[in-house]
Structure formats: C-alpha cells, structure tokens
C-alpha cells in the first residue's frame, strides 16, 4: 500500500455554517462556554495546547485515522475550506506523530484557524513559531505510515468527545469545546448569562477587598 492507493473514504460536506457562529462564541472563554453546556463537551485534559497564549475559534473539519497512519489527514488537504478547524482522531496513539511542520504549515496557508490532533505531532519548534493553535496528545519524532485506511467528513471522537462536521469548536489555554451546531442558539444564550454572572461576582470581590 502507499498514499496513492490509500482506502480513504471521504463525506464531502453539501452545506457550511453561517460565519455569524465565529464571531458570537469568540467573546468567550471556554471555561464559560462549558458552564454553559452543563459542563459537559469538552475535550479531555490529555489533550493540550502545544504552546500558550492560543484562541481559536472554527468550524470542525473531522478526519478518521488509523493509529500512526496519516494518509486520510494529507488527503483533506484538497478540501479544506477557510475557518476549519483540523480534528484528527488518531485513536490516542502517541508513538507515531501524524502533524509536522510541512503539514501545519499548509493547514495554515489553506485557511485553517487551528488543528487537534486526539495523537501525536512532530517538528514542536516549528510549528511554534508558526503561531498556529495546534493541540495534541503528545509529541513524538517517529514519522507515520501512509497506508490508510481512514476517514473524511464523518463523525468522530476528539477527546471523548464526538465531533461532527460543521459543529462550532473553541480552544483557548484550559483546552477545547464542541458546540453541536443545532445546539449553537442555545448556548450562546446560555454562554451570556454565564458571563454576566461572572462579571458580576468578579464586580462584588473587587468592591469587596478594594
């Protein structure tokens, strides 16, 4: 097998999300975000920020591997559309990196906002210093096979989490959220009142011991 003949299947998306979803949540953190949604859909703790100061906020772009196989992730480089978020699940697996530097590197050039990978990447300097919010399991020099199978499109599992196409996805330092894109009304509703909430606990401790 090579990448050429690779058994990837792919689900083209038939419709995209209206843009307005971006801008609403990028106005919150993700703490409040899941005190939103019964604290409930967000990724767990294994999976963290590759380095600090990252936020980001897409739509995601689910991608199905087999554990330290790449193929279905290079071959959605050709669907990719602006404001994609990249979400990997790589069941976990963190002997084999599937994300280095050449492919953060287009990623970012084809508009993607950030990539998540459930499993390993490599090249850490590097992607870095492209300032692209890369999240991940671990970090391994071990490059990956390119046999496939994999998947494009279809659900899957980020973080005990599943993810579809479209959903609404937000990472800042504490981690990442999904946000089922039928659910997005609602949350974001909810999401204000958390955060008027918190600016009025955060008003009465400052009042408090000024």
Not at 96 to 113: I, M, N, P, W
Request: glycine share 10%.
């Amino acid at each position: 097998m090579s990448l050429e003949t690779a058994d990837v299947r792919i689900l083209e998306a038939t419709s995209r999300p209206d843009n307005k979803w971006l801008d609403a949540f990028a106005a919150f953190p993700v703490a409040n975000i899941g005190d939103a949604m019964e604290r409930l859909n967000m990724c767990d703790s294994g999976i963290t920020p590759i380095n600090q100061g990252m936020y980001f906020v897409g739509f995601a772009f689910p991608i199905q591997v087999t554990a330290g196989d790449n193929a279905a992730v290079i071959k959605a480089l050709d669907y990719i559309k602006p404001d994609d978020v990249i979400m990997v699940n790589g069941m976990g697996h963190t002997d084999r990196a599937l994300v280095g530097e050449q492919l953060t590197q287009r990623f970012q050039h084809a508009g993607a906002v950030a990539q998540v990978i459930d499993g390993a990447v490599r090249d850490r300097q590097v992607i870095e210093s492209t300032g692209f919010p890369t999240y991940c399991r671990g970090v391994s020099p071990a490059g990956p096979y390119k046999n496939g199978p994999g998947v494009i499109g279809e659900p899957v599992s980020i973080g005990g989490v599943v993810c579809c196409a479209g959903d609404i996805v937000v990472g800042d330092d504490d981690g990442l959220i999904i946000i089922p894109l039928r659910r997005a009304e609602e949350v974001l509703q909810k999401v204000k009142e958390v955060a008027k909430r918190e600016a009025e606990m955060t008003a009465e401790v400052t009042k408090q011991y000024r």
